[in-house]
Antibody, heavy 120, light 106 residues
Framework: EVRLVESGGGLVNPEGSLRLSCAGS????????MNWVRQAPGKGLEWVGR??????????DYAAPVKGRFTMSRDDSKNTVYLQMSSLKTEDTGVYFC???????????WGQGTLVTVSS | SYGLTQPPSVSVSPGQTASISCSGD??????ACWYQQKPGQSPVMVIY???KRPSGIPERFSGSISGNTATLTISGTQATDEADYYC?????????FGGGTKLTVL
């Protein structure tokens, strides 16, 4: 069974930093493309970024609103993907989901999400 | 920037067919996916590559594409299908979501 477990969310001041983690199990993590998707309270889904597998070049792409502030990375030895968030803004508040997949096969598995609240 | 347009809401009676559209300038050349999200839950993919259904998704869910409009169809809609539905596609290595459609079964 595929399982994705996010952690690291919490309350942070504007301009602060936070690191989210997502641990995967039940699949070959090193072969997987991993994404972060967020959802502001009462709003729709917004893609944050994606990191490809190392065998596919390990390319990282970000959505425009987070480019230059957020950094994705992965540690295949720990089956974990990270999202380092810096210079946080109030509009970054929301639930952050970790997902597998990408391209034509879609975002096939999702974690339960972790809540990030940016507020003073 | 590239956008996908969905109707904010769709209503359907139990047992009837619900159709949710998603339009985008380049959608006909991409691979549309659809996700179902119930309140307080994570999204679940119900359609990928325009028309394919992941294992475990009921046959009443189907997808189609015509020109630059993708459509999610739910046949014999059940009360448990009441949820938010999002379409998704790729644009220049980035993921784009539609704004979401709230499906009400009444």
């Amino acid at each position: 069974e595929v399982r994705l477990v996010e952690s690291g969310g919490g309350l942070v001041n504007p301009e602060g930093s936070l690191r989210l983690s997502c641990a995967g199990s039940g699949f070959t993590f090193s072969n997987a493309w991993m994404n972060w998707v967020r959802q502001a309270p009462g709003k729709g889904l917004e893609w944050v970024g994606r990191i490809k597998s190392k065998s596919d070049g390990g390319t990282i792409d970000y959505a425009a609103p987070v480019k230059g502030r957020f950094t994705m990375s992965r540690d295949d030895s720990k089956n974990t993907v990270y999202l380092q968030m810096s210079s946080l803004k109030t509009e970054d508040t929301g639930v952050y989901f970790c997902t597998t997949g990408g391209g034509k096969y879609g975002l096939d598995y999702w974690g339960q999400g972790t809540l990030v609240t940016v507020s003073s | 920037s590239y956008g996908l347009t969905q109707p904010p809401s769709v209503s359907v009676s139990p047992g009837q067919t619900a159709s949710i559209s998603c339009s985008g300038d380049k959608l006909g050349d991409q691979n549309a996916c659809w996700y179902q999200q119930k309140p307080g839950q994570s999204p679940v993919m119900v359609i990928y590559q325009d028309t394919k259904r992941p294992s475990g998704i009921p046959e009443r869910f189907s997808g189609s594409i015509s020109g630059n409009t993708a459509t999610l169809t739910i046949s014999g809609t059940q009360a448990t299908d009441e949820a938010d539905y999002y379409c998704q596609a790729w644009d220049s290595s980035t993921v784009v979501f539609g704004g979401g459609t709230k499906l009400t079964v009444l």
